[in-house]
């Protein structure tokens, strides 16, 4: 079963600090992987879109991996802003259009002053 | 990118109404979808919302509770229809194929609760 796990669920950091979100997938055959952030009671926005021949893609303060061997993507956040605290959504695309989109449950990120 | 706006962007209804949230993009899309967001959970497609014909449902949801239209590549609109609590949910509207592109937007949501 196509599956995408993230972890951890939740996390408060300090303003100012780095974090690291992890991301594991099960989805075949892959097409691509997808970060998302969603504010709260917004719709989620794009951050990074890698494909399979893609390591690590980068996007201001935010660096997307990807592991396509082992199946990991971890999203790493640099000098955390208040404005970062929102949910961040992974998303695996399996070949076959946009209605093979699989999305993780996101993680909680809370970045306090 | 697409700028996606849906109406309403919360409401709370009674149980055994109907809803219906508009989902209008300010350009041409070639794909359209809906999406359910229940609380705690990630995004389940609903739907894709196809211009001119019948959408396409996934599985789980039928057009009877959730019908849906997409009179034209601008704009779309889904009905909850006889609405229970466990419809309680946020609904998104999301368009790709901007300029054959493989991005995906997403519209703000519509929150709504079923009492």
């Known amino acids: 079963k196509n599956q995408v796990e993230q972890s951890p669920q939740s996390l408060i950091i300090l303003e100012g600090k780095n974090c690291t979100l992890q991301?594991?997938?099960?989805?075949?055959?892959?097409?691509?992987l997808r970060w998302y952030k969603q504010d709260t009671g917004r719709g989620p926005v794009s951050l990074t879109i890698m494909t399979f021949s893609e390591n690590t893609k980068s996007n201001g303060r935010y660096t997307a991996t990807l592991d396509a061997d082992t199946k990991q993507s971890s999203l790493h956040i640099t000098a955390s802003q208040l404005s970062d605290s929102a949910s961040y959504i992974c998303v695996v695309s399996a070949k076959g259009g946009f209605q093979k989109l699989v999305f993780g449950t996101g993680t909680r990120l809370l970045v306090s002053p | 990118s697409a700028v996606i706006s849906q109406k309403p962007s919360r409401d709370i209804c009674q149980r055994g109404t109907s809803l219906t949230i508009q989902c209008q993009v300010d350009?041409?899309?070639?794909?359209m979808f809906w999406y359910r967001q229940q609380p705690g959970q990630s995004l389940t497609l609903i739907a894709t919302a196809n211009q001119g014909s019948e959408a396409t449902y996934e599985s789980g949801f039928v057009i009877d509770k959730f019908p849906i239209s997409r009179p034209n590549l601008t704009f779309s609109t889904l009905t909850v229809s006889n609405m229970s609590p466990e419809d309680s949910s946020i609904y998104l509207c999301?368009?790709?194929?901007?300029?054959?592109?493989?991005?995906?937007?997403f519209g703000p949501g519509t929150r709504l609760t079923v009492l």
């Open positions: 350009s041409q899309v070639t794909m």
């Open positions: 999301s368009v790709a194929g901007l300029a054959g592109g493989n991005e995906q937007f």
């Open positions: 991301c594991n997938y099960t989805v075949s055959p892959f097409s691509n």
